[in-house]
T-cell receptor, first 114, second 109 residues
Framework: NAGVMQNPRHLVRRRGQEARLRCSPM?????VYWYRQLPEEGLKFMVY????????ESGMPKERFSAEFPKEGPSILRIQQVVRGDSAAYFC????????????FGPGTRLTVT | DQQVKQNSPSLSVQEGRISILNCDYT??????FLWYKKYPAEGPTFLIS?????DKNEDGRFTVFLNKSAKHLSLHIVPSQPGDSAVYFC????????FGTGTSLTVIP
């Protein structure tokens, strides 16, 4: 039973390019959460999705960031026109139910913007 | 607005002794609390949790204590082992998870 998978593990982008981060939840999990960890900070919630629906995007920056979780395939966190301040570790987590337990994290994608 | 705070960025403990990691929160509506452990270059892994209706939960060497009146929880690891060296995040659950900034624990052999 594979855990939560994220790819790529490391991503380097120049300022102004687009970054696409992928997250495949654990088998049987239909709830996906994205978090960002900036240097020297804790994990910050960004967005919560169920299949084909965004449930809570209160932590998403208003511009340049978007997320989707299509019926088939992984969840995608997309950052357009990246800036240096977007450099961070992005983690996704998945769960089978929308409750407080059983939330499993992926290994993260480290985005570096040069 | 940091709703969950871990005021100690780092902690060093001798092997075999007790490690106590602390966490404070501001929102009395939080109803579930969790501790995660994180090694470098890996995602956080769930360690132990506690519901707001309890004040203690124990799992092997790990015990979490919750003091609702003080809005404080702590994680006790006893005896501490070198493999426990990692960053520990506490999290509180409302509509979403709120994480603290982490405490880096080093267990000295």
């Amino acid at each position: 039973n594979a855990g939560v998978m994220q790819n790529p593990r490391h991503l380097v982008r120049r300022r102004g390019q687009e970054a696409r981060l992928r997250c495949s939840p654990m088998k049987g999990h239909s709830h996906v959460y994205w978090y960002r960890q900036l240097p020297e900070e804790g994990l910050k919630f960004m967005v919560y999705l169920q299949k084909e629906n965004i449930i809570d995007e209160s932590g998403m920056p208003k511009e340049r960031f978007s997320a989707e979780f299509p019926k088939e395939g992984p969840s995608i966190l997309r950052i357009q026109q990246v800036v240096r301040g977007d450099s961070a570790a992005y983690f996704c987590a998945s769960s089978a139910k929308r409750d407080s337990s059983g939330r499993y994290f992926g290994p993260g994608t480290r985005l570096t913007v040069t | 607005d940091q709703q969950v705070k871990q005021n100690s960025p780092s902690l060093s403990v001798q092997e075999g002794r007790i490690s106590i990691l602390n966490c404070d929160y501001t929102n009395s509506m939080f109803d579930y609390f969790l501790w995660y452990k994180k090694y470098p270059a890996e995602g956080p892994t769930f360690l132990i949790s506690i519901s707001s209706i309890k004040d203690k939960n124990e799992d092997g060497r790990f015990t979490v204590f919750l003091n609702k009146s003080a809005k404080h929880l702590s994680l006790h690891i006893v005896p501490s082992q070198p493999g426990d060296s990692a960053v520990y995040f506490c999290a509180a659950s409302g509509n979403q998870f709120y994480f603290g900034t982490g405490t880096s624990l080093t267990v000295i052999p």
